[in-house]
T-cell receptor, first 115, second 113 residues
Framework: GAGVSQSPRYKVAKRGQDVALRCDPI?????LFWYQQALGQGPEFLTY????????KSGLPSDRFFAERPEGSVSTLKIQRTQQEDSAVYLC?????????????FGSGTRLTVV | QQQVKQSPQSLIVQKGGISIINCAYE??????FPWYQQFPGKGPALLIA?????SEKKEGRFTISFNKSAKQFSLHIMDSQPGDSATYFC????????????FGTGTRLQVFP
């Protein structure tokens, strides 16, 4: 596709509910990142995939957060037993790989509100 | 531990004026410094970026100034326009696009006619 697509755009979850957030990266982009952006803050790194391999998950805040990219394209970020502190915008970004960093293309994000 | 510090938190500029946003980093392994622009409800979009082998980079009305010894870099927006009103984030990472970006806390810019 022309850009990074994320769905849903908005998600309201009751505390304790499980949620799944989807990211469709730009076609052919090997690298895929997930970031969490709290209100009024900069994005914070969650996890990184190169194709289907999750090479860095150091930013995942707890074991309730899980991400996968089984076929090296679409990725899903799953949050189990959601808590109020999970409320944030979840951003996905993709880039080509194999060379110098020329920046990532971000999607518009999924705004998660836990009530 | 915050590795990229950004100031000011908010900035109000009159149309035609110069907007200046500053960032400082700690990790000397960083050597790629982009600026992102974010409008409400949208993801960040790459605006301009610099590597430490140059001290300045200009693209249209946007200029990055880089001071490697001070570990500081700044964004200058010349002839600021109301359409520039957005939140700006500086970021830093290592060279390769397998490396995560570390973002500053953002500057909300408002440009009034």
């Amino acid at each position: 596709g022309a850009g990074v697509s994320q769905s849903p755009r908005y998600k309201v979850a009751k505390r304790g509910q499980d949620v799944a957030l989807r990211c469709d990266p730009i076609s052919g982009h090997v690298s895929l990142f997930w970031y969490q952006q709290a209100l009024g803050q900069g994005p914070e790194f969650l996890t990184y995939f190169q194709n289907e391999a999750q090479l860095d998950k150091s930013g995942l805040p707890s074991d309730r957060f899980f991400a996968e990219r089984p076929e090296g394209s679409v990725s899903t970020l799953k949050i189990q037993r959601t808590q109020q502190e999970d409320s944030a915008v979840y951003l996905c970004a993709s880039s080509q790989t194999g060379g110098l960093n020329y920046g990532y293309t971000f999607g518009s994000g999924t705004r998660l509100t836990v009530v | 531990q915050q590795q990229v510090k950004q100031s000011p938190q908010s900035l109000i500029v009159q149309k035609g004026g110069i907007s200046i946003i500053n960032c400082a980093y700690e990790n000397t392994a960083f050597d790629y410094f982009p600026w992102y622009q974010q409008f409400p409800g949208k993801g960040p979009a790459l605006l301009i970026a610099i590597r430490p082998d140059v001290s300045e980079k200009k693209e249209g009305r946007f200029t990055i100034s880089f001071n490697k010894s001070a570990k500081q870099f700044s964004l200058h927006i010349m002839d600021s326009q109301p359409g520039d009103s957005a939140t700006y984030f500086c970021a830093a990472s290592k060279s390769y696009n397998t490396d995560k970006l570390i973002f500053g806390t953002g500057t909300r810019l408002q440009v009034f006619p």
